[in-house]
Structures are given as structure tokens and as C-alpha cells.
């Protein structure tokens, strides 16, 4: 036995065995270097009128995990302050932005003390001084998720392609969906729904559900519903959260995801049915009416803002499309058909839509282009799998062989392709311009078009509360930091600090002045998508409303 291990050890065998490890080696970095040829590079980008803005990679075991899905949300507009004191000499100017000697952000507060103690030296000179506030808006933040097999969350910056956290959420090896929205992530990781601080990544609160959940949830103002194999949708109050869940329920089993309108919660069956209840705080519990389909609805629904009212109220519409043919517009209060437009061509995809344009793919890659107000057909093209993205101009989908075309929205005329055969993760991203392709092995890049640096937002992107210097900050009591629940069960959530001192608000929106305010009138900011609601009559709204 000796002599044969010996023998392993000769120099003939002992480079043998170092011949073999650098084969091997030498593989692993072949390995790698395909990899990063699949990579979109710049070049490849420009000749299809893109840019690549950036390449990241989500944190996950590469031996054992992939990514099994994505989704993004968009944070508020917001806006920082300078003080301009301006006297008969000179003006100078104070930033929230600036520091102190400690290197400290001086914030609103400070920077408006500076001013003020500023405005009084030049009084004890005997020179006027004035106060004139500046706001100088920024753009919104956009972060994108990803979910592992292993259940991790990771955020990235949509515009850096920074990570931002990354948090595990329940048991790894349990099956898991997600869902991010109105600042938060809920995560359904086996029967316990989880819900995330969108911003930090910190686990707010986690239920047990009622039954075995089936697809990604839904957030609403006010709750997060969770779908069901036996056609249950059990909802749990966002901030509340001790509250006792409810549940409604309705015919077939649910396999698709709900989806949040700004008034309701819809979800589909598998018996062809499109199920709408309401979304919000509300006596009338159940659902709200049901639309028989011509066929199986395989895929979620989607809602799309209307043309206002007389009044200037905004309306909202639902939309499905079924394996008989059909697509449906429905009014979201109502229930009301507005239109229903036969394609005569299965469809299993959830329509897209781009301002006033709702885009329909079929089984047969067909691509429909229809007019949202009147339910008319634009254009139609062939050769369409899915759609990705769209900007103002331009619509980039999918080919049948996995290439991102990049389509002309006036006509369905084809501009460019570009060869992403083997990418195998996408974000359909209803949202935004940016195109979001990666594989499932970790990889993302996040691509635009030359024209625009900024992102373009194909809805309207809410208000930042008013982050107000109101004087020196109260001493909280001991034991009152918001990893602590307040009183019934809520938290004191506001990453931004720009919500009130109970905000539940991850991103600090909402409105409402303050009468200590040197900002006086400058009021509060409605929540696109959404109703107005009687000031004091929910104080509770993430978003103020």
C-alpha cells in the first residue's frame, strides 16, 4: 500500500497529477472568460442605440443557487434645501448639504440655524438681512430586486448598479416569491409571508399564512394579499400587522399573481375568471364583481390610467387577456367592459402598457399594438416572444430565438437587434425605459438609450413629503427606536426621515404642512394613481393620502 502511494509521489506521476491540475484550471478560466463573452459589451450596445450604464452581479452560492425573479419600484421625487442670505453686500448660502467641523451633514435644520445665526450677526452690524429658501429637485431612486432559490433578497441602485443590502428572508430551501412596491418587499417564502423595509432591507414584520400560497403577493395602500392554491387570497393589514388577517374567497385555484390597482386587488383563477375586490380600508369586504373570460386567464392583470374625468378625478382601467383570444378593458370601479378586442390568436401574457398603447403578444408571436381609449388596432407585427421595455419612441421585445429587438412604436417597424440568445433572466419593466438583462446565474446589466441619462417614467412619479426644519429634534424615551413596534402592533418606519414622527413610510412620502414651517403653504403632495382623501382621515397612509 506504502509503495504505491509512493508511487504517486515519483517525478513522472507527480507531473502527471500537476499537468492534470492545470487542465483543470485551465478549463475553470475558460469557463469564466465565456461567461463574460455572453456579457453585453459597449460596442454591441451602440449599434443598437444603447448604452450600457452598468453591470452587477447578485450575491448568491453559484454552486447551488439561481435567481428566480426580479422586480423593481421607483422611490418619490425628492428635493434638497439652501438657505441664500442675501444683504446690500454680498449673499451667502447655506446647504443642507454642507458639513460641520465634526464632518457631519449639517441637514435642513442645521443649515437653516446657520442661516439665522448669520441673518442675527449681521443685525448685531447693524446690515438687513433676508432669507430666501431654495429647492433644488432630484431625480428618483430606482431599485431593483432580485430573489434567489435560496430565498435572498438583493437590492441594487437601478442607476449605478450599486448593492444596496442584501437580507435572507425564512428558510432556504423553501419555495419562495416576492413582490416590491409603495416602499416595501413582501416575500413569501413556504406558508409565512414577510415584509420588507424596501430601502434597508430590514424585516418588519412575518405571518403565518392560512393555506399553501401560490404565486408572487400584491401591496395596496394599506395591505398585502397573498394568493392561494385554493383560490383564497388572505390579506394582511401592511403596518397592523397584529391584526388579524382576512381572507376572500373565490372559484378555481390561483396560479398568477395578484396585482394592485390604486383602488382594488385583482387576481385570476384558473377557470378563466378575473376577480376584483377591493384594495384599501373598506366595509365592503369580498369581491367586488368577476369577468368570465372567453378562455383560461394564464397570466396576471394589469391596470392602466385613463383620460380624467369632468371633474378631473383620475379613472383606472383593468386589463386581461385570455387563451380564447380576447383582451378586456375594464373599469375598476364599475366593472364595466369598455372594450374587448379578439386578436382570434391564444394569448398566456399579461398585456403591456405604454402610456396610451397596450401591447399584446400571442402564442403564435404575434404582436398587437392597440389603442388604450378606443380599443382599436394601431399596428401588428410577427415574430415577437415578449415585450421587455419601452421609452418614448422606441418598444424592445423578445424574438422568437431570444434577441432583443428593438421595435418603432409608430409602426412595429424593426430598427435593430441585438444578440442576447443567451441570456436567460429579463425584467418586464413597465415602469421605466432601462432594460434590465442578466442570466439566472447572477449576472445583470441595465442598458438605455443614448438620449437619455436620466430615466423615463412612463407614469407619474409621487412627491417626497416636505422634509421641513421644524427646531431641535424631541429626546425620544428610552426603549422608543423603531426596531420596536408601537402601540397596536404598527412600526415607525422612514428611512428618508421626511415623514411625520410616526410615519410607516419607507421613502418619507405624504403630505401636510407644519405650522412651526418656515416653508408655510407648501402643503402636501397627492399620490399620483390614487384618490384624495380627507386630510386626518387615514393617518396611517404611507404616502400621506
Request: net charge negative; proline share 5%.
Amino acid at each position: 500500500m506504502f509503495k504505491r502511494i509512493n508511487q504517486l509521489f515519483r517525478p513522472r506521476a507527480a507531473g502527471t497529477i500537476f499537468s492534470a491540475l492545470a487542465t483543470l484550471f485551465a478549463t475553470g478560466a475558460t469557463c469564466w472568460a465565456l461567461q463574460d463573452a455572453d456579457l453585453i459589451t459597449q460596442s454591441d450596445a451602440k449599434r443598437a442605440g444603447l448604452e450600457l450604464a452598468w453591470t452587477s452581479h447578485v450575491a448568491l452560492d453559484s454552486a447551488r443557487d439561481i435567481v428566480t425573479d426580479l422586480s423593481q419600484q421607483i422611490g418619490p421625487r425628492k428635493q434638497w434645501f439652501s438657505f441664500e442670505v442675501k444683504t446690500d453686500e454680498a449673499t451667502v448660502t447655506f446647504s443642507e448639504r454642507d458639513r460641520n467641523a465634526s464632518g457631519e451633514l449639517l441637514g435642513a435644520v442645521g443649515a437653516k440655524k446657520k442661516a439665522d445665526e448669520y441673518v442675527a450677526r449681521m443685525a448685531s452690524y447693524g446690515f438687513e438681512a433676508t432669507i430666501e429658501v431654495k429647492q433644488h429637485p432630484l431625480p428618483p431612486e430606482v431599485y431593483v430586486y432580485a430573489l434567489t432559490s435560496s430565498s435572498l433578497v438583493h437590492c441594487i441602485n437601478g442607476e449605478t448598479g450599486e448593492t444596496l443590502w442584501s437580507t435572507q428572508v425564512g428558510n432556504r430551501s423553501k419555495p419562495s416569491f416576492f413582490h416590491a412596491d409603495r416602499g416595501y418587499v413582501a416575500v413569501v417564502n413556504g406558508s409565512k409571508i414577510f415584509c420588507l423595509n424596501g430601502v434597508t432591507g430590514k424585516i418588519l414584520w412575518e405571518r403565518q399564512t392560512r393555506g399553501a400560497p401560490s404565486a408572487p403577493p400584491a401591496i395596496t395602500r394599506h395591505y398585502v394579499f397573498v394568493p392561494m392554491f385554493n383560490g383564497l387570497i388572505e390579506e394582511f393589514h401592511l403596518r397592523k400587522h397584529q391584526k388579524p388577517s382576512e381572507a376572500i374567497q373565490s372559484l378555481g385555484r390561483i396560479f398568477e399573481a395578484a396585482t394592485a390597482a390604486p383602488d382594488s386587488v385583482t387576481w385570476v383563477t384558473d377557470v378563466g375568471q378575473l376577480n376584483l375586490a377591493d384594495g384599501n380600508e373598506s366595509d365592503r369586504r369580498g369581491v367586488r364583481f368577476r369577468l368570465q373570460a372567453s378562455g383560461k386567464i394564464n397570466a396576471p392583470a394589469v391596470y392602466a390610467e385613463l383620460e380624467a374625468d369632468k371633474a378631473n378625478v383620475p379613472r383606472y382601467a383593468i386589463l386581461t387577456a385570455s387563451t380564447g383570444g380576447d383582451v378586456y378593458c375594464i373599469a375598476e370601479i364599475s366593472g364595466a367592459i369598455l372594450w374587448n378586442f379578439p386578436t382570434g390568436l391564444s394569448i398566456e401574457q399579461s398585456p403591456r402598457v405604454f402610456e396610451k398603447d397596450v401591447y399584446v403578444v400571442t402564442n403564435n408571436f404575434v404582436l398587437f399594438d392597440i389603442d388604450l381609449k378606443s380599443g382599436l388596432e394601431i399596428w401588428r407585427t410577427s415574430g415577437i416572444k415578449e415585450i421587455v421595455s419601452a421609452s418614448d419612441t422606441r418598444l424592445y421585445a423578445l424574438d422568437r430565438t431570444n434577441r432583443l429587438t428593438v421595435l418603432d412604436r409608430t409602426n412595429g417597424n424593426r430598427i435593430s437587434v441585438l444578440p442576447t440568445e443567451t441570456r436567460n433572466l429579463y425584467m418586464e419593466n413597465q415602469q421605466t425605459d432601462r432594460l434590465f438583462i442578466g442570466s439566472k446565474s447572477g449576472a445583470l446589466q441595465c442598458l438605455h438609450e443614448l438620449a437619455h441619462e436620466q430615466p423615463m417614467f412612463h407614469y407619474k412619479v409621487m412627491e417626497q413629503k416636505q422634509r421641513e426644519p421644524q427646531g431641535p429634534k424631541r429626546k425620544v424615551e428610552e426603549g422608543a427606536g423603531v426596531d420596536k413596534p408601537a402601540e397596536g402592533g404598527e412600526f415607525s418606519e422612514d428611512p428618508f426621515g421626511a415623514g411625520s414622527e410616526m410615519s410607516e413610510d419607507p421613502f418619507g412620502v405624504g403630505g401636510g404642512g407644519d405650522d412651526e414651517s418656515p416653508f408655510k403653504g407648501g402643503g402636501g403632495n397627492k399620490q399620483p394613481m390614487e384618490k384624495e382623501t380627507p386630510k386626518g382621515a387615514d393617518d396611517n397612509d404611507p404616502f400621506g393620502n
